[in-house]
């Protein structure tokens, strides 16, 4: 990771474009990086108070919510990010066309989740309870849109500022809710309120930096494109998070909601340490939309190469302190996460390339092999865990999510058509010919 932070830092003397990306990373790491430690100190608290099984059904409810949250999305960051770099005049347009398109699916979203928990727990009021309350943060997924601006301007401490002091927040109000011994139910009312208020602040910010709310419109033209050119980013959003997120669903049909929360512990681990290469290349999203030819391809190669590596040692570190770091953080009950996070951290730099791929695609308009690629991966997680988890419980599921990840890596690019893609790769990870435009 040195290295990494090294060669950052050299790129940045590189121009005001490298600069800028590098402070914006930096922004959105720091935002993981509270994430990560409220997560594993906050989070694992309330694992401990909780208990394997309790936490197992607060993490199902997240696991639903997640996925549902996807669907709300309708695929419109990227495609609404895009389009706020190529027309810069038009941005209360395309924000608000977003904003009505997400006030929509959020509530189709809740309303399709109290359509089908009576079906899934059927004899369970506690977890129907949880799960019901829990849905409420999609009613607030619209917020995310005010994030966008600042995603295509590449200024994202003023989103990164809202979502840390949001976290911040509601830690406390967590930690208060263990200290007073608060049901489980509670809880799942903390996460909702989460979502409030993060909607809230992303506002706020967005009005701070000139761009008041009653500014924003809705264009029924930029609607039905935004859901045009979304839908396939749609699915694979969704798909996205069936890949993060089926491991959860499968373990709680196949071993039980304990299951589900020893799996959940690992996750809560490792799954941060996903986003560390994601926040650089989010940032680089719209300097890589905006150039071409050659000139990409340099750009795209110097991205790759230092932080797949970096992420390699970080998984080998975490992979060889696994079990102290469970214990540690988590407690004797939850010890049979130890195997599973020593296998799953192995999918970081896995997850970080396939990340990278996605923006190439989108890059050349290639929205359906996004697509693709995550339904080939889900369909290979899905196969695996109904074969291995029945017979090795939570490590099977974490080696069904690294084999899926593994799989995406390099089936897709072995075909002719997305050689180039697989050129760049290699370039990247072999240290071949660096070429700066």
């Known amino acids: 990771m040195r290295r990494t932070v090294s060669w950052l830092r050299s790129r940045a003397a590189g121009g005001p474009h490298r600069e800028r990306i590098l402070r914006n990373a930096g922004w959105l790491t720091a935002q993981r990086g509270t994430r990560l430690v409220l997560g594993l100190l906050v989070g694992a608290w309330m694992a401990r108070y909780l208990g394997p099984a309790a936490f197992g059904i607060l993490s199902f409810a ?17 495609v609404s990010i895009r389009e706020l770099v190529r027309d810069s005049e038009q941005q209360a347009t395309i924000l608000g066309s977003a904003a009505a398109l997400q006030l929509a699916g959020g509530a189709l979203a809740y ?5 089908v928990v009576p079906l899934l727990r059927p004899e369970d009021a506690l977890a129907q309870s949880v799960i019901l309350v829990a849905g409420i943060a999609l009613l607030f997924q619209a917020g995310e849109v005010s994030s966008y601006l600042f995603d295509a301007t590449v200024r994202a401490r003023y989103a990164v500022m809202a979502r840390v002091l949001t976290m911040l927040l509601l830690a406390a109000v967590r930690v208060a809710l263990i200290l007073l011994e608060a049901p489980l139910v509670a809880f799942a009312w903390a996460a909702a309120a989460e979502a409030a208020v993060l909607a809230f602040s992303l506002g706020v910010a967005l009005q ?30 969704v798909a996205i998070v069936l890949s993060l997120r089926i491991d959860q669903l499968m373990l709680e049909a196949l ?19 996903l986003f560390l290469g994601g926040a650089l290349l989010r940032s680089a999203l719209p300097r890589l939309l ?84 995550q339904l080939l991966g889900l369909l290979i997680n899905v196969t695996l865990n109904l074969v291995l988890i029945p017979r090795h419980g939570i490590l099977g599921a974490a080696a069904a999510t690294l084999a899926a990840d593994l799989a995406m890596v390099v089936l897709p690019d072995l075909r002719p058509r997305y050689w180039p893609l697989l050129r760049l790769k290699v ?9 700066r435009p």
């Open 62 to 78: 997240q696991a639903l919510v997640l996925i549902l949250g996807a669907v709300a999305g309708l695929g419109l960051r990227d």
């Open 111 to 115: 309303a399709l989740l109290a359509a």
């Open 208 to 237: 701070w930096r000139g761009l008041p709310l009653r500014r924003l419109r809705a264009s029924s033209e930029r609607m039905l494109q935004h859901l045009r050119e979304g839908w396939p980013l749609l699915v694979t959003a």
């Open 255 to 273: 071993a039980g909601d304990a299951a589900v929360g020893q799996y959940s512990a690992a996750v809560r681990i490792a799954e941060p340490c």
């Open 290 to 373: 905006s150039l071409e030819g050659h000139a990409f391809e340099a750009r795209y190669v110097e991205i790759l190469r230092y932080p797949f590596y970096g992420l390699l040692m970080l998984a080998v570190l975490m992979a060889a302190v696994s079990g102290p770091l469970v214990a540690l953080l988590f407690g004797a009950a939850y010890t049979p996460a130890a195997g599973a996070l020593m296998v799953l951290v192995f999918s970081i730099p896995l997850s970080f390339l396939n990340v990278a791929s996605s923006r190439y695609l989108l890059k050349h308009h290639e929205q359906g092999e996004i697509l693709r690629r």
């Open 427 to 435: 370039r990247a990870l072999a240290g071949i010919g660096e070429r």
